[in-house]
């Protein structure tokens, strides 16, 4: 499948039945991205409001921004510098409902950055696919979910993982 090997993380049955409690049954009826992009809207400002709370009864603030990704084995760390980076990495590390939500967050924006690449992927088939067939040959590592917490609120991104 053209997109990322993160969803290989979605074939055990806890996992699927978090995603289900997330975006909803798609058995039940129809599911579309746009469902889905609303749902991860939503769970954003709800994660990013709770994060905030939790920060600031750990007195850390918000400048600097704080940038989260998961490491192989699944923590959650501080990627680059922040005064308060050896803390936060500690938090997560003892709190399970941050690395809970933070994790549902990644499954979301996944299933959307996938989908897209996807749909993309076959848009440019159809057109081109010579060039389809260069791109697929020449794919990189997927990337890297990434939270940026400011000042302003959260953002969801993806990142390259440097070579």
Do not use: W
Not at 34 to 47: G, N, P
Not at 92 to 113: D, M, N, Q, W, Y
Not at 141 to 152: E, H, Y
């Amino acid at each position: 499948m053209y997109g990322s090997g993160n969803l290989d993380e979605l074939n055990d049955e806890s996992t699927l039945d978090a995603v289900v409690r997330l975006i909803g049954n798609p058995a039940k009826g129809a599911l579309y991205l746009s469902d889905v992009r609303s749902r991860a809207a939503m769970a954003l400002e709800r994660y990013g409001r709770y994060l905030a709370g939790v920060l600031r009864e750990q007195s850390i603030t918000v400048p600097p921004a704080v940038n989260l990704q998961t490491d192989g084995s699944g923590k959650v760390m501080v990627v680059g510098e922040h005064p308060e980076k050896h803390l936060l990495e500690r938090l997560f590390a003892s709190t399970p409902k941050l690395v809970k939500g933070f994790k549902e967050l990644e499954v979301l924006h996944e299933i959307i950055r996938s989908q897209e690449e996807a749909m993309l992927f076959q848009q440019l088939l159809q057109r081109n696919p010579a060039a389809a067939a260069k791109r697929r040959a020449t794919e990189c590592a997927p990337p890297v979910f990434n939270l940026g917490i400011t000042s302003g609120g959260p953002l969801a991104f993806f990142s390259q993982v440097p070579h």
